[in-house]
């Protein structure tokens, strides 16, 4: 009891200690969640592009590993019911934002996918999508000189062009026509890529860079024009499945689980890139068309159309450097990431969602 016999004298000095043990407990996670060099495996990282295809499937496993995350997307292509269960996370920001114009945000890494990756979509609006290309990433690059943060850019197997050397190593230069109606997607990829090593170069900004060949799974748009996405969504509907020119131009699909597990890896290696990553699995159009027949409606028929311009014959990555730098390689079979996908687009298109014609193999 207290000399004074109110009874809270002498526990007063108790709670105010307990008090200032608690404040500086909340002052030293403050400080942790929010210096600079935290020695924590717990980031702030930004996500351009981040409510699309990959850039969600990446979303959710940087958030499931704990970091906080800002995915700014403008929505062109990227759809907010991606991106939706994690709107209410307090580790979770979205910005709905075009990276065509400035952003600024204090963070650890970028992220740099924003930018339309289907010709439907890249061709839509040439122009859009070459400043996309290069305004965007000069803001995203900009940024990362200034908060000194890790960028990475999601090139793309495109800087290639029809390729004349079989399977692409990163040390080829390319085949790519400047003045075609891809050129506003692949010029535009490899005047990124030329910006983020004058960065490097120049300002000291640690970069990496990759380059994705074509990757699949659940939640790509289904009307957009890629291969794997038109010929699901035919077999679903019931209409035959159209391959461009003879259906011998070779691709090779990976699935976007382990794509993102390479994205991750080389964000947080010591390596500048550029890398590939991709499935070094070939496959003709053709028989990619037979193994979704099988997996949807064997009784699919397949109809031919022209070829359509500047569609490479054949693409394929040497991942060797991917692998021996990063310990990185696919795993997932083609034939068991299609069995996911279907699943996917079964549950969309069974809403009522409509594809129009699809237009190339990319
Ligand atoms: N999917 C592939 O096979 C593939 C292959 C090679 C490279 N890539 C690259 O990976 C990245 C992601 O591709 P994806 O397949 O997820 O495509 P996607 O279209 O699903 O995602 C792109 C996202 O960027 C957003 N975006 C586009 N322009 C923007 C802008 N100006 N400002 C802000 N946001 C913008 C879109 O709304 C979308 O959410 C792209 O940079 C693409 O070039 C993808």
């Given at each position: 009891m207290t000399s004074n016999g109110t009874g809270s004298a002498a526990a007063a000095p108790v709670d105010v200690q307990r008090q200032g043990?608690?404040?500086?407990?909340?002052?030293?996670?403050?400080?942790?969640?929010?210096?600079?060099?935290?020695?924590?495996?717990?980031?702030?990282?930004?996500?351009?592009?981040?409510?699309?295809?990959?850039?969600?499937?990446?979303?959710?496993r940087l958030m499931e590993e704990g970091n906080e995350v800002i995915c700014v997307d403008s929505l062109f292509t990227g759809k907010?019911?991606?991106?939706?269960?994690?709107?209410?996370?307090?580790?979770?920001?979205?910005f709905r934002h075009d990276v065509i114009e400035p952003f600024t945000a204090e963070v650890d890494q970028i992220y740099h996918l924003a930018c339309p990756?289907?010709?439907?979509?890249?061709?839509?609006n040439a122009i859009r999508t070459l400043?996309?290309?290069?305004?965007?990433?000069?803001?995203?690059?900009?940024l990362a000189k200034r908060v000194g943060a890790t960028f990475?850019?999601?090139?793309?197997?495109?800087?290639?062009?029809?390729?004349?050397?079989?399977?692409?190593?990163?040390?080829?230069?390319?085949?790519?026509?400047?003045?075609?109606?891809?050129?506003?997607?692949?010029?535009?990829?490899?005047?990124?890529?030329?910006?983020?090593?004058?960065?490097?170069?120049?300002?000291?900004?640690?970069?990496?860079?990759v380059r994705i060949f074509n990757t699949y799974g659940p939640r790509m748009v289904e009307n957009d024009g890629r291969v794997v996405s038109n010929f699901v969504s035919q077999a679903l509907r019931g209409t035959p499945l159209t391959v461009y020119g003879d259906g011998s131009q070779t691709r090779s699909f990976c699935y976007v689980a382990d794509l993102v597990d390479g994205l991750i890896r080389m964000m947080n290696s010591a390596h500048t890139g550029p890398f590939n990553l991709g499935n070094p699995g070939e496959f003709s159009m053709l028989e990619l068309a037979q193994l979704i027949k099988d997996q949807v409606d064997p009784t699919s028929d397949i109809k031919y159309l022209p070829a359509t311009p500047d569609d490479p014959a054949k693409r394929k990555p040497d991942i060797t450097k991917a692998n021996t730098n990063l310990g990185w390689a696919p795993g997932v079979p083609l034939k068991e990431g299609l069995i996911e996908m279907i699943a996917d687009f079964r549950e969309r298109i069974g809403d009522g969602v409509k594809a129009p014609a699809p237009t190339s193999s990319a």
């Open positions: 043990a608690e404040a500086l407990d909340r002052l030293a996670s403050w400080r942790g969640d929010n210096a600079p060099n935290r020695p924590s495996t717990h980031k702030r990282i930004l996500v351009t592009g981040g409510a699309g295809f990959i850039g969600s499937h990446l979303v959710d907010k019911s991606n991106i939706e269960r994690w709107r209410s996370h307090p580790n979770f920001e979205f990756a289907s010709p439907v979509h890249y061709k839509y400043k996309t290309g290069v305004l965007g990433t000069l803001n995203m690059l900009g990475l850019l999601a090139s793309t197997s495109e800087v290639y062009g029809d390729p004349l050397v079989h399977p692409q190593t990163e040390e080829y230069w390319g085949n790519v026509n400047p003045i075609g109606v891809r050129s506003c997607y692949d010029e535009s990829k490899r005047v990124a890529e030329t910006m983020a090593f004058d960065y490097h170069r120049q300002h000291g900004v640690a970069i990496r860079v």
